[in-house]
């Protein structure tokens, strides 16, 4: 992967390293964690310019995230609902819950979302779903991203052949969120499971 990145910047310069970012949104499997770094490495290196990278990068995130708020647009909250009813274990209150808390805290998480692995890309979509004004969505997109890839970006350009550091050691917090999330998925289910088993006892009795 990082050969192909470096192969991307050498041939397109900053605006590689945008369409790196706008990919990463799309396929949480690229990580910006090493793109970054790696970016802001070639900057220090006289490659690229660094007001550039951080422009171009960016302006990646933001195209990324406007894509997948595009998908929640066309998905829309009837066709959700209505997948939500058929997934095993999954209520459609649930959906109601989650909507509401998005009405009242949706710009803090679009924001701040920009910042956490893997929801990064996700909390695009209920953005859409939920249709969120889209300069809204789109100013705390670029504000969140900016300041995002400004840290990582200069964290490259200062530890300079180290930049692989960053991605060591922000792969420790990237695996606690998915850590997190896999046991917030366990215990839903078990929760779900146990309500189930004691209904179908109380109907028996």
Known sequence: MTEWLIGLME????????????????????????ILPLAGFAASQGEMDLVAVLLWTTAGSVIGALALYGVGAMLGRE???????????????????????????????????RMI????????????VERMPLGVFTLLTT?????????????????????ALVETYVG????????TVALAVLVFVGVRLAQRRKGRHAVGG
Request: avoid cysteine; proline fraction near 7%; charge should be positive.
């Open 172 to 179: 420790v917090g990237t695996n606690t969120v998915i850590a």
């Open 143 to 163: 504000a969140g991203s900016l300041l995002w890839n400004t840290v990582f970006v200069l964290a490259g350009w200062l530890l300079g052949e180290n930049w």
């Open 79 to 113: 066709r959700t609902l209505a997948l939500a009813a058929r997934i095993p274990l999954v209520k459609v209150s649930d959906i109601a819950k989650t909507e509401a808390w998005f009405l009242k805290h949706g710009r803090k998480t679009v924001f701040f979302g």
């Open 11 to 34: 041939m397109l310069g900053a605006p590689g390293a945008g369409i790196a970012i706008a990919l990463e949104n799309l396929f949480p499997p690229l990580p910006s964690e090493v």
């Open 117 to 128: 692995p893997i929801f990064r890309s996700l909390i695009s979509v209920p953005a859409g």
